[in-house]
């Protein structure tokens, strides 16, 4: 029963991570476009609003999950029968307490996201948002590995920082190959311009996030195992092996985007030709994958969640 509680666990933890994620991706999205104009800009707003609450369903269904799967595995029950223990989870255990903090940032979320558009898109509502789900995050991380010392600590502060930005990696990702860049501008000058100026602010933000993710990621691996060798013979090194290489690959990837495609993107925004619907294509394409890369990345993440440090056992 364990075992199969642990693959649910993990079933869900990613479901609930790439929620977040598209929650991530879709509020900066908004904040990009909400003050554009165009007719595309303003096409992609209650797209990103459906994003934002489709994101925040799936989010709500998947963190209710895990607290009952974490009742049933601390009760040592079938889920079926772990609705006694969920009270006992939330009142008297340190999962409980994060929890609870993640659920009121999740309602906060939700509410901010089912406003209507004339308040969603205000600058306020969006602060409140980024802000609720920056502490839904945090309470993710306080019942990770890092919060084994506290709530409040460096590790935990890293491994914080390290989620917030490999949601926001992906949820760019995963809004722009899905949702924004899957339509053409047109061939109106102002909804080339802001398209123009939209794909640099994704490859700009893609480009710091992924620096913070070497970054954040290499202190919390050292953190973790304290010396190479624990890297190997052990299920948490080689997830995190799986886990760096995924994270290699969609860098790749984002690079060809970047550096290959981007600027020919660039350039055909300025025509109104077919150049711009080929490189747009080529550009989303390369997105798409790059998502499918990143979904591996987060059922690795999932697993080394799940799965003890060897200098823990």
């Known amino acids: 029963m364990e075992s199969d509680l642990a693959s ?32 595309w800009a303003q096409s992609m707003l209650p797209r990103l609003r459906a994003a934002l609450l489709a994101g925040t369903a799936a989010a709500v269904a998947a963190y209710v999950a895990i607290l009952w799967i974490e009742a049933a595995s601390m009760a040592e029950v079938p889920l079926p029968e772990a609705l006694p223990a969920v009270r006992s989870v939330i009142t008297g255990t340190h999962f ?17 996201a089912a406003a209507p558009p004339r308040v969603q898109t205000a600058p306020g509502t969006s602060a409140i948002r980024v802000l609720a789900i920056g502490v839904l995050l945090y309470s993710r991380s306080m019942v990770s590995h890092a919060g084994a010392a506290g709530d409040f600590t460096w590790a935990v502060a890293v491994d914080w920082l390290h989620l917030v930005l490999i949601s926001t990696w ?16 047109g ?32 202190v919390s691996t050292w953190r973790v195992l304290e010396v190479p060798e624990n890297l190997l013979g052990n299920p948490y090194g080689a997830a995190l092996i799986i886990k760096v290489g995924l994270v290699l690959a969609a860098a790749a990837l984002g690079g ?13 925004l300025t025509q109104t030709s077919d150049a711009a619907r080929e490189a747009s294509g080529r550009f989303a394409r390369i997105l798409q994958v ?16 799940s799965t003890s440090p060897p200098m823990a056992s």
Do not use: H
């Open 8 to 39: 649910v666990q993990r079933a869900v933890t990613v479901i609930l991570n790439l929620s977040l994620a598209l929650l991530v991706g879709a509020s900066a999205a908004l904040l990009w476009l909400r003050a554009k104009a165009s007719p």
């Open 290 to 305: 790059e998502a499918i890369v990143l979904i591996a990345v987060l059922v690795a993440a999932a697993i080394l969640t």
């Open 170 to 185: 992906m949820g760019e990702v995963l809004v722009a190959g899905l949702i924004t860049l899957r339509q053409l501008p």
């Open 96 to 112: 409980g307490l994060a929890w609870m903090i993640g659920a009121a940032a999740l309602v906060v979320t939700g509410a901010a």
């Open 187 to 218: 061939n109106t000058s102002e909804s080339r311009s802001d398209c123009a100026a939209y794909v640099e602010a994704l490859s700009n933000s893609a480009t710091v996030a992924l620096v913070g993710i070497f970054v954040t990621g290499a």
């Open 256 to 268: 060809i985007n970047r550096f290959v495609v981007m600027p020919s993107l660039l350039r055909a």
